[in-house]
């Protein structure tokens, strides 16, 4: 009896061991995407090396995607361009891409009357 209890405590542990580890390799990354006008792009298919996801942005610009440990760069593909972004070594789960547009200081904005 003193075998089966240690023979199921050993299969759960192994198992419970072997779910933690393929669950450390992934991650999500969400941000966005902004075209080169500083403004949010819509429509743009954002893609990964080592991982079979894929995802369009929102008309917000948007995207969210699960990749790999071993992922070494994103790829953002526009209507006429691709880009790529390495982020080998980025451990931020929030990763925009492209310059956001500045707004003028509340100084050169002028209010209608």
């Given at each position: 009896?003193?075998?089966?209890?240690?023979?199921?405590?050993?299969?759960?542990?192994?198992?419970?061991?072997g779910?933690?580890?393929?669950?450390?390799?992934?991650?999500?990354?969400?941000?966005?995407?902004?075209?080169?006008?500083?403004?949010?792009?819509?429509?743009?298919?954002?893609?990964?090396?080592?991982?079979?996801?894929?995802?369009?942005?929102?008309?917000?610009?948007?995207?969210?995607?699960?990749?790999?440990?071993?992922?070494?760069?994103?790829?953002?593909?526009?209507?006429?361009?691709e880009?790529?972004?390495?982020?080998?070594?980025?451990?931020?789960?929030?990763?925009?891409?492209?310059?956001?547009?500045?707004l003028?200081?509340?100084?050169?904005?002028?209010?209608?009357?």
């Amino acid at each position: 009896m003193k075998i089966v209890y240690t023979f199921i405590i050993s299969l759960f542990l192994t198992v419970i061991i072997g779910i933690n580890g393929c669950m450390a390799g992934s991650r999500v990354i969400k941000g966005i995407v902004y075209n080169s006008e500083g403004k949010p792009a819509s429509g743009v298919l954002v893609t990964a090396d080592h991982s079979k996801d894929k995802f369009y942005t929102s008309f917000d610009g948007v995207y969210v995607i699960k990749i790999d440990s071993k992922t070494a760069c994103l790829k953002f593909k526009f209507h006429d361009r691709e880009e790529k972004l390495e982020i080998a070594g980025n451990k931020s789960n929030v990763i925009n891409f492209g310059k956001k547009a500045e707004l003028p200081p509340s100084s050169q904005i002028s209010n209608p009357k």
